[in-house]
Every structure is written in structure tokens, then in C-alpha cells.
């Protein structure tokens, strides 16, 4: 897993405990009621991160169809609190990093 996909996990991880954090501390008031206004303004950006960063610590990479049946067969199925599934198949990828090359 490169540095990129690492850090958007982090990054994923931290802004949902905040996104938590912050939900709380707004609804059972346990701070002044303006801090807690403005702390509310943050939960949907801090939880938008968060899905962003389980987005890349979930999605996989399979060699076929087959592969990918068996993973999720095999795998996913074995779970039992999992009770259905939605997959996103990527036909071709014209670029997988981040960098952008300035010409």
C-alpha cells in the first residue's frame, strides 16, 4: 500500500473519531452553546473525509471476475453480520496516483 492510500486512511480515521467527538459534544451540550454551533458546522465535512478514507482502506484489487467472486465468496461471506453487498467494477484506469506532472 503506497503513502498516498495510507494517508487518506489516517486522515479517514481521524476525521471520523472527530466527526464522533464533535456530534457528541454538540448534542449533550457539554461546551458553551457557540462553540457547540460552531463545532456542528465541522460533523458533515469531518464525516465526508472519513468515507473518503474508507473508501481507500476497503477497495480491492482482483486479477478477474473470478478472483473476485472467490474473494467475496470466500471471504466477505464468511462474515455473518454482512447481509448484502455493492460492487464497482473500473473497466480501465488511464492514471492511479496523485501526482500530476507540471510541464
Same mark, same amino acid.
Given at each position: 500500500?503506497?503513502? &498516498?492510500?495510507? =494517508?487518506?486512511?489516517?486522515?479517514?480515521? %481521524?476525521s471520523? $473519531? #472527530?466527526?464522533?467527538? *464533535?456530534?457528541? !459534544?454538540?448534542?449533550?451540550?457539554?461546551?458553551? &452553546?457557540?462553540? =457547540?454551533?460552531?463545532?456542528?458546522?465541522? %460533523?458533515?465535512? $469531518? #464525516?465526508v473525509?472519513? *468515507?473518503?478514507? !474508507?473508501?481507500?482502506?476497503?477497495?480491492?484489487?482482483?486479477?478477474?471476475?473470478?478472483?473476485?467472486?472467490?474473494?467475496?465468496?470466500?471471504?466477505?461471506?464468511?462474515?455473518?453480520?454482512?447481509?448484502?453487498?455493492?460492487?464497482?467494477?473500473?473497466?480501465?484506469?488511464?492514471?492511479?496516483?496523485?501526482?500530476?506532472?507540471?510541464?
Amino acid at each position: 500500500m503506497n503513502s &498516498y492510500l495510507k =494517508s487518506w486512511i489516517r486522515i479517514g480515521s %481521524i476525521s471520523g $473519531l #472527530l466527526g464522533l467527538c *464533535f456530534y457528541f !459534544l454538540a448534542v449533550f451540550h457539554l461546551i458553551p &452553546y457557540e462553540i =457547540s454551533r460552531l463545532i456542528a458546522f465541522f %460533523i458533515g465535512p $469531518l #464525516l465526508v473525509i472519513a *468515507f473518503l478514507g !474508507l473508501y481507500n482502506l476497503i477497495k480491492v484489487r482482483v486479477a478477474n471476475n473470478r478472483a473476485l467472486a472467490d474473494l467475496m465468496k470466500n471471504q466477505f461471506g464468511k462474515i455473518s453480520s454482512i447481509t448484502s453487498t455493492k460492487t464497482t467494477i473500473v473497466l480501465e484506469t488511464l492514471k492511479e496516483t496523485s501526482d500530476i506532472k507540471i510541464i
